[in-house]
């Protein structure tokens, strides 16, 4: 197999780009070994990525010790906790699609031959796995790990531990909280750099790239503060060149992304989200990524899973378990391990460092006897408790490991910590095309739900009734309007979720929404509901005071009208001035775009192919 890069380093009609090799640092001795994009996605605004600077230079190095060429360059990151509660979240999700067009650029307009991927929170892992599906060519991720959690001493001298960005938010909202309290949280609950600590969408979806098998074993759990992160990042870039001389030397087409993410692997990487408890965002995603690898995996299959397999890690902010305990308890090897036992999962898999499943899990798995000592030692990494934005600043290790999987972080099959999934896919007359719920964080004597609805038509006002009191105890609250095409850019709405739970009426009341959720939210909130207000949804049509019924057992969601009263308001609005939010919004050129080829949540909130194709002539 030629290597994409061999056009340009023979022959005098390419002479000039070698000469701009020459004068980007790259030695005429080098040419002709495989030429690694790095694609890195360092940002001082985030502080999952503001370390990442650091990262690219170990994984170059690495890299070039290899036997390779790195060649590094950057993406956009937005941080959504920064981008939260105005309309900076409406560039969040559109960003996932930047990211993945920057990448295929990239690699593409300099043949590159193989690819690194150097991400950490919420859109910048889905959107290079986008485009590392889309470009097929040897790859590996690997994030810039986890953050640890907070200790925090309020004024009164109470200490508490394992706190989180969360906790903060809740408390700008509850009324017991005066200014000094929510001060102490704010200077303590995010300690060090790394993504936020507990399985939020950030640490959800680097612990799926890691069950997908693009990358590798504690990717999504090594925390960013330790010293064992830093080895996983130059064993990534001995990983990359190992791949690429097996694909280019050796033409074993196993080793590129779309032959390791399969359909089963993809319904593998969904039962470890569902058996986790994962944010609901990554069902945005991994239906998206679907798409981008040409594989058959649908809402369908999600909600398949998600009636057969339980929750066994009730981790932060479903439980109380953070992120180092899961890592801990094995990390996602140890997931995988469980629900290997339990029958659930595909072994006809295989990842970029081994040739089957089976065979990972014997050497990563910490329940089985031929466990390596290697990933033992990875799993007994802990936090420092050290304050730092600095990564690898500290080498503390838990005195033992925790295999207690009854009572543990991780439970096995037979001991669910919730017998249902920590995710569901709910349908009805409000969502016929579905809905997604995070089970792992809704109280269990909030599944069944019957109560009136308040609707608002923005984030701004569902922020606006909850804080002046107008939703009360027993109301569903309809956020419309927030969709991919109708927000545009959906929304993640963790201020709403935080501040019910902030006014003590987070088991009162359920939230419901064309938008998302940040993975950091729980109680009643349900999100994705499809088709979105904008593409003439059910949703637009609920009025205050109809009556929603919400049947998590039974994975319903609907609103007590019948299908002549839905159509005659079907009718009226489309009689009126139609499918339109009544609100004010400054909406940019840029997120017109976006919106103007948006698909509803239960595509992913991808791109259109058939408009594209259509407006642009090509097939």
């Not at 340009?8 to 080098?30: C, E, I, P, Q, T």
């Not at 069944?448 to 609250?477: C, M, N, W, Y």
């Not at 991919?484 to 009162?508: A, D, N, R």
């Amino acid at each position: 197999m030629h290597m994409r890069s061999a056009k340009l380093m023979n022959g005098r009609m390419f002479a000039g780009a070698r000469a701009l090799y020459r004068a980007a640092g790259v030695s005429g001795n080098d040419f002709g070994k495989p030429i690694v994009a790095i694609a890195n996605s360092f940002s001082e605004f985030v502080p999952g990525h503001v370390h990442l600077n650091q990262v690219g230079r170990l994984v170059s190095q690495a890299v070039k010790e290899a036997g390779g060429i790195p060649r590094e360059f950057n993406t956009i990151a937005v941080d959504d906790g920064i981008a939260m509660g105005h309309t900076g979240m409406l560039y969040s999700l559109p960003s996932r699609d930047l990211i993945a067009d920057a990448v295929e650029y990239s690699v593409n307009a300099h043949c590159a031959d193989a690819l690194i991927c150097i991400s950490n929170c919420d859109k910048i892992t889905p959107g290079m796995l986008l485009a590392a599906l889309r470009l097929n060519i040897p790859t590996v991720f690997v994030s810039g790990g986890p953050m640890e959690a907070g200790t925090t001493v309020m004024p009164d001298g109470e200490v508490k531990e394992n706190t989180d960005l969360i906790d903060v938010m809740y408390a700008s909202a509850d009324d017991s909280m005066n200014d000094d309290d929510v001060l102490a949280l704010e200077k303590s609950v995010c300690p060090t750099c790394g993504s936020c600590a507990g399985m939020f969408t950030a640490n959800s979806m680097n612990c799926l790239t890691e069950a997908l098998g693009l990358a590798l074993p504690g990717n999504g759990t090594t925390l960013a503060s330790h010293t064992a992160r830093r080895s996983l990042f130059t064993k990534a870039g001995k990983a990359i060149i190992d791949i690429a001389k097996r694909y280019y030397d050796g033409d074993d087409e196993s080793v590129l992304p779309r032959a390791i993410a399969t359909k089963h692997a993809f319904e593998n990487a969904m039962t470890m989200d569902v058996a986790m408890g994962g944010s609901s965002n990554t069902v945005l995603h991994i239906l998206a990524a679907a798409q981008s690898a040409d594989v058959d995996f649908t809402l369908d299959d999600i909600e398949r899973i998600s009636h057969t397999v339980p929750c066994i890690c009730k981790a932060s902010p479903s439980g109380d378990w953070e992120i180092s305990d899961v890592h801990r308890a094995g990390g996602i090897c140890g997931i995988l391990g469980e629900l290997d036992r339990g029958g659930v999962l595909h072994k006809d898999t295989h990842s970029i460092d081994y040739p089957s499943l089976e065979a990972k899990l014997d050497d990563w798995d910490i329940m089985r006897p031929s466990c390596l000592n290697e990933a033992k030692k990875l799993y007994h990494a802990a936090p420092g408790h050290i304050r730092s934005p600095k990564p690898w600043n500290q080498s503390e290790e838990f005195p033992d490991l925790d295999t207690d999987r009854i009572n543990g972080a991780i439970h096995d099959i037979q001991h669910p910590a919730v017998n249902e999934g920590g995710l569901a896919i709910l349908h009805g007359n409000l969502a016929p095309d579905g809905c997604v719920v995070k089970t792992a964080g809704v109280p269990k004597e909030i599944w069944h739900f019957r109560g009136p609805a308040l609707v608002v038509e923005s984030q701004e006002e569902a922020v606006k009734v909850i804080l002046d009191g107008t939703l009360k105890p027993g109301q569903a609250l309809i956020i419309r309007y927030e969709g991919p095409k109708g927000g545009p850019g959906m929304q993640e709405m963790l201020y709403p979720t935080s501040f019910v739970k902030g006014k003590g009426i987070g088991k009162e009341v359920a939230l419901l929404t064309d938008g998302r959720y940040s993975g950091g939210s729980s109680g009643l909130s349900i999100g994705h509901i499809a088709p979105e207000a904008a593409s003439k949804g059910p949703i637009a049509l609920i009025k205050n005071g109809d009556m929603i019924v919400i049947d998590i057992p039974n994975r319903t969601v609907n609103v007590e009208l019948n299908d002549e009263e839905l159509a005659q308001r079907k009718a009226e609005l489309e009689a009126g001035d139609g499918y339109v939010a009544h609100r004010k919004r400054h909406v940019s050129q840029a997120l017109k775009a976006y919106a103007a080829f948006a698909r509803s949540a239960d595509k992913g909130a991808t791109r259109d192919p058939d408009l594209i194709n259509k407006l642009s002539g090509l097939a």
